[in-house]
């Protein structure tokens, strides 16, 4: 898939206030600081279309990009926050499990770990949540550039008998991106053209 155009559309707390438009979604979530802004940037060709900061939760609203006119990126706020309050924190949590449950443009979830670090049980508490409310996710692994290739290969092996030893049958599609080599990057949209063309095929179904 090539992107010729990529625009925002709205930001807001309220899923209700989503475009209403019945084209599809994949949403992009991850632990703060994760590389989900670069990563956007990076597969939509735009330098400053997701907003990076080496701060902490800069993204905190459900934020919408229409990509080709025919579907949607959404940027949602990362789980994990540890610079909010507690108060702060709940009310995140509420709009994006809103959106998660509610959202029927949803079609797919992109789950973002930083494949440096070990599993992390916030982000398995997360994967499992989207396992019980059977929302179909991938997981992108981000970051690549920043450890040695000869093991990235190792981490995503150790990231899978994790979820294995948390009663996930199989390894869910997985992702191995680096925002700054380009790493997956046609990986990762050529699984979204595939989805909506299966999409697009079934609209009455949609």
């Known amino acids: 898939m090539k992107i010729n155009t990529a625009e925002f559309v709205i930001s807001n707390s309220d899923v209700s206030k989503c475009p209403l438009e019945r084209i599809p979604e994949y949403a992009f979530i991850g632990r703060s600081n994760v590389g989900k802004s670069s990563l956007i940037n990076m597969l939509t060709n735009h330098k400053n279309l997701a907003k990076t900061s080496g701060k902490p939760g800069k993204t905190q609203l ?9 579907w ?3 940027d949602l706020p990362g789980y994990g926050y540890a610079r909010v309050s507690k108060k702060t924190k709940e009310v995140f949590q509420q709009f994006i499990t809103d959106y998660f449950e509610k959202r029927e443009q949803l079609v797919c979830a ?3 770990i930083d494949i440096r670090h070990e599993a992390q049980e916030i982000d398995l508490e997360f994967i499992n949540y989207l396992g019980e409310i059977e929302v179909p996710f991938c997981i992108v692994f981000t970051k690549a550039d920043k450890i040695a290739k000869t093991k990235i290969e190792a981490h995503v092996a150790a990231y899978r008998k994790k979820l294995l030893a948390n009663n996930w049958e199989e390894m869910p599609q997985h992702f191995v991106t680096s925002a700054t080599e380009t790493t997956g990057k046609d990986s990762v949209l050529q699984f979204i053209d595939q989805v909506n063309q299966d999409v697009f095929k079934n609209l009455n179904e949609f």
């Open 62 to 70: 459900i934020n919408h990009f229409k990509i080709n006119n025919n």
């Open 72 to 74: 949607f990126l959404v």
């Open 110 to 112: 992109f789950v973002l």
